[in-house]
């Protein structure tokens, strides 16, 4: 088991594991997967950035960015980022 000496030194430290169940998961793509939990943020009152596959409601004058949060932009949560989309919205 590849885990051995990350058990073997969890089991020095703390004296027993927890069961463990490990079973392999279904291809998928990965990098995309946690998308699906990821919600539109709101950065002034009527802007908003979201990923193109994000359905909701927003009201009539609301600018909606449609950004898929990766790299190069992330998930708005950054301070920086906040800031850009913040300004942006004037």
Do not use: K, Y
Request: net charge negative; hydrophobic share 45%; charged share 20%.
């Amino acid at each position: 088991m590849p885990f051995e000496g990350i058990g073997l030194s969890l089991v020095s430290e703390f004296g027993t594991l927890p069961e463990l169940e490990v079973a392999l998961l279904p291809e998928r793509e990965w990098e995309r997967e946690w998308l699906a939990h990821f919600a539109p943020r709101q950065f002034a009152e009527h802007f908003w950035a979201a990923p193109h596959e994000a359905e909701f409601d927003t009201l009539d004058g609301d600018g909606v960015l449609r950004l898929d949060p990766g790299l190069a932009f992330g998930t708005g949560t950054h301070a920086t980022t906040a800031l850009c989309l913040g300004r942006l919205a004037q």
